[in-house]
């Protein structure tokens, strides 16, 4: 069974593997939607029970919104704000509340868009129950310095940062302040946008890694991430129905030591 992640005083529980919605959902058309509505609802089936989306994304918080119909009780949404108007954040905030059915469990300012002007509106909507987590994101390292800056305001809860065995940096200050501050942690890029699954090392040198459950590189690349016990959820995208339980499974024990991370961060740098 796939572990579940409580972080901080927010009292939120997420699962270890989500799934991300970029490019994977920005589809229009009743073929690809209900091609895309299958991967959700396979997701779901084996356990994953948080989405990421973004405004950002082109048609995937609609599509998602479309996924999840009646079911949409037993699944977390993190979605964003995204835009330098504080008008239209507006705009994008209340399209998602009405997709959602009232509710977005993780709401976070994408990239750090203008977030002065976008986070005290996330806090007024935490305040009245409509939103769980107020988050942050970017995926850039030169913004980590402004990243570390808007954690300490200690008027968020939870943080998004690229994170895998090929890119580590946040392992320097970021990972570290998150756990002082008792922040969760969403990692996105845990494939590196797919460059490092397309880098598969040979079967026998993944033969070391069966006894922790571990099947595919995809799946050794993920539970990498998830034994760094300060990560609480990795959002891997995939277009594809056969992927989705092979993703769900990396996010169950056992947790590789740090011996067996390094092992696997060696074959990510080959």
């Not at 006894?211 to 050794?220: K, L």
């Not at 993703?247 to 011996?259: C, E, H, L, Q, R």
Request: glycine residues 8%.
């Amino acid at each position: 069974m796939m572990e579940q992640r409580a972080f901080g005083a927010s009292g939120l529980v997420v699962p270890a593997v989500g799934m991300g919605t970029w490019q994977s959902l920005d589809v229009h058309g009743e073929r690809d939607e209900a091609d895309r509505h299958a991967v959700v609802h396979a997701a779901m089936e084996a356990g994953t029970t948080l989405f990421d989306t973004s405004p950002m994304y082109g048609e995937s918080e609609r599509v998602l919104a479309g996924a999840l119909g009646g079911r949409r009780e037993g699944v977390l949404v993190a979605d964003k704000v995204w835009t330098p108007s504080a008008a239209e954040g507006r705009e994008q905030v209340r399209r998602a509340l009405a997709w959602y059915g009232g509710r977005v469990d993780i709401y976070q300012i994408h990239n750090l868009v203008v977030w002065r002007e976008h986070l005290p509106m996330l806090e007024e909507l935490r305040a009245a129950g409509s939103v769980a987590v107020v988050g942050a994101t970017h995926y850039a390292h030169s913004a980590f310095d402004a990243l570390m800056e808007v954690m300490r305001t200690g008027r968020i809860q939870m943080i998004q940062v690229p994170y895998n065995a090929a890119d580590r940096l946040v392992e320097c200050e970021i990972l570290p302040l998150a756990q002082d501050l008792g922040l969760g942690v969403l990692v996105m890029e845990p494939l590196g946008s797919g460059a490092l699954v397309r880098r598969a090392p040979p079967a026998r040198d993944l033969a070391p890694l069966a006894e922790f459950g571990v099947t595919t590189w995809a799946q050794a690349l993920l539970k990498w991430i998830l034994s760094d016990p300060r990560v609480h959820c990795v959002i891997p995208a995939t277009r594809r129905l056969e992927r989705v339980a092979e993703n769900a499974a990396a996010g169950t024990p056992p947790w590789f030591d740090a011996d067996t991370r390094e092992y696997v961060a060696r074959l990510a740098s080959r």
